[in-house]
């Protein structure tokens, strides 16, 4: 096994062997983010192609003073959030798909009530400009201020789409759960 | 498991270190992706478009040669750029006029009117570049002006259809690229300006700082993320902006000091290594010496560690600790071993420890330029011509006394081995300008197995 250091040197190189390397141990990770932030497997995997070209072609700016995965991790969002706008001209706008106030408070939720792959769904299906700025909030822990800049939307914006996003996310796992339980009576 | 989480906690433990995996077509994809970038690059290891760029020159070389035998060649004027480039667009109606400029700049340096088959070759260079649209740069700005760029510089060769939007031609276009994008704290970022169209600059740091200058050097100190936004501005267009994402990571602080303390176990001096460090996951101690760095043996990854004096030679100098966090980001600090005193004049010094030979007393000689571990004795950065040495210990009894330049106390007294402890000494001499000096001090008789 080659060290990350190797790999570096041989990505920076342009080595084909060298970023295969550092595909086949990232691009599993990078994925799963990636697919966060888009509508489709497709998508996803068309940002990890994009993301991952960028990531070769920049290798040599990575100067090796934090993580190398924080680095492509960012790499990643940036290309997911340029895709995003670049996407938004063509796209049908979904977002106003607006969610009831009143059903329920904030609830508390059990580690084992769901798989990986039904809360992965639930976020695909989550309207987008809800979906960005909850991922970019919870999971990458950026300030509302940072997420306006970066998806070029107004602060109060992010704040009351992060609030919808939750409930929005809640109600969607209420529901499944209520779909549940019906199946098995 | 938990049945108390709330909805980010839950999401962030089943989805924070998933994985998922890329369909079996995604390398090839990016490999055919990067094919072109890559070879629009300059690298020495790798062949791309500066080499092919030579060839061609030599190649254009050989058939000027090989043709100037027989015709004479006329040197090219103006006019004979728009010729080489005219018939590339007729011929090539899918590219979009763009020249890399390197290779563009060489052949027309060279003067020489090409035949036709090295103007297809150009061509398809040219239609290479095109091809490159929008997978290179690192953030979306940089991918959106270099678009931008491509458009505006060849309007007025070529492309009837962009001129309508002639706002955007006459605006500035901002993009910027960083030295790094990710650090530790305190990190310097340079910035560099590859804006085009633009007379004015303002950045915004993302920090409450703001520079008008063209490539600005920032010092980020406060850990945290930062957008800086760079404003470029001309006269007649509208103003436009880049953003990058810059992420200061939190760094260490290394710090600690070296206390004298006992073992439990035979009771002999040792130095503890107080660790006074914060924010830091990981340790690594040294003992730096003299000339080399890390050339003792010692090292120690223990958070406290406990430093035995057999470790310290008469080369050691200091101990250095370096700390180490999550996001691998670290400080280092260097502690002087408390092994001598410089006096105020700077032609004599003293140890503040020695540790006596167990094997029993010597005769107590050194030589100029020694420091020894096991005497205790001058040293001279230069010699005195007179010297009285005495040391009492610290009830006032005389227990050493000697004129002799080169002789130091073995740490015995009537061939009895001293205790361990302080002793004061008192040392009065004369240099050789007639001056006469006069120091005091004490020393640490420090009693354990070093040798």
């Not at chain 2, 008469?314 to 410089?342: A, F, K, M």
């Not at chain 2, 050789?432 to 001090?441: A, L």
Request: net charge negative.
């Amino acid at each position: 096994m080659k060290s990350e250091k190797e790999i570096l040197t041989g990505c920076v190189r342009g080595k084909q062997s060298a970023q295969w390397e550092l595909y086949n141990r990232y691009s599993r990770l990078l994925l799963a983010i990636c697919n966060r932030y888009a509508k489709s497997m497709d998508e996803a995997e068309d940002i990890l192609q994009e993301g991952f070209v960028k990531i070769f072609l920049n290798i040599s700016e990575f100067k090796g003073d934090g993580p190398l995965m924080a680095w492509m991790r960012r790499i990643m969002i940036n290309t997911a959030i340029t895709h995003y706008h670049k996407m938004l001209k063509h796209r049908y706008h979904d977002d106003l798909d607006e969610v009831s106030e009143s059903r329920f408070e904030d609830k508390d939720w059990g580690e084992a009530e769901f798989t990986e792959e039904e809360l992965m769904s639930v976020i695909q299906q989550m309207p987008e400009g809800y979906r960005h700025v909850f991922n970019l909030y919870a999971m990458e822990g950026y300030k509302h201020r940072e997420i306006a800049e970066i998806l070029k939307i107004d602060e109060n914006t992010s704040k009351s789409q992060y609030s919808r996003a939750r409930r929005w996310l809640q109600e969607r796992l209420i529901r499944l759960k209520e779909e549940r339980t019906k199946r098995d009576e | 498991m938990s049945d108390k989480l709330n909805i980010e906690q839950l999401v962030k433990t089943k989805l924070g270190e998933a994985e998922l995996s890329p369909s079996p077509g995604s390398w090839s994809a990016i490999q055919r992706k990067l094919r072109w970038p890559q070879f629009l690059r300059f690298h020495p290891a790798r062949f791309n478009v500066y080499y092919a760029g030579v060839l061609l020159l030599v190649a254009t070389g050989l058939v000027v040669v090989l043709a100037g035998g027989k015709n004479k060649v006329e040197p090219a004027g103006p006019g004979d750029h728009t010729n080489i480039i005219v018939p590339i667009e007729q011929d090539n109606s899918d590219t979009k006029g763009e020249s890399v400029d390197q290779t563009g700049g060489n052949l027309n340096d060279e003067n020489v009117q090409p035949d036709t088959a090295v103007s297809r070759e150009q061509g398809e260079v040219e239609s290479a570049s095109g091809n490159q649209n929008g997978t290179s740069g690192i953030n979306g700005q940089e991918e959106k002006s270099l678009e931008a760029l491509k458009n505006t510089e060849p309007v007025e060769v070529i492309s009837p259809d962009l001129s309508t939007e002639e706002v955007i031609e006459r605006s500035p276009v901002t993009n910027f690229t960083s030295s790094v994008s990710t650090g530790c704290a305190p990190l310097t970022v340079q910035f560099t300006n590859k804006s085009v169209n633009a007379t004015a600059y303002h950045w915004d740091f993302g920090n409450g700082e703001s520079s008008r200058e063209e490539n600005p050097v920032h010092e980020f100190r406060e850990p945290g993320r930062y957008v800086v936004t760079l404003t470029a501005e001309n006269q007649g267009g509208v103003p436009t902006v880049s953003r990058m994402m810059v992420e200061v990571l939190e760094t260490p602080v290394a710090d600690f000091q070296i206390e004298e303390g006992l073992t439990g176990v035979d009771n002999h001096v040792v130095l503890n290594l107080v660790n006074y460090s914060s924010e830091a996951s990981a340790f690594a101690w040294n003992i730096v010496d003299e000339d080399c760095v890390n050339c003792n043996n010692w090292s120690s990854i223990e958070h406290q560690p406990t430093l035995e004096l057999k470790t310290i030679t008469p080369d050691s100098r200091s101990v250095r600790l370096e700390v180490i966090n999550e996001n691998g980001c670290s400080d280092t600090v260097l502690q002087p071993l408390p092994l001598e005193v410089q006096t105020s004049d700077t032609r004599i010094k003293f140890a503040t420890a020695f540790s006596p030979n167990p094997s029993g007393p010597g005769d107590g000689s050194f030589t100029l330029g020694s420091k020894r571990i096991d005497l205790f004795h001058p040293i001279y950065i230069e010699v005195p011509v007179q010297i009285h040495m005495r040391v009492y210990t610290r009830r006032g009894e005389l227990i050493f006394e000697t004129h002799e330049l080169f002789r130091g106390w073995d740490g015995y007294v009537l061939h009895e081995p001293a205790k361990s402890g302080v002793y004061v000494w008192m040392v009065e001499g004369k240099w050789t300008d007639g001056t006469s000096f006069s120091y005091h001090g004490d020393v640490t008789l420090l009693r354990n197995q070093y040798f």
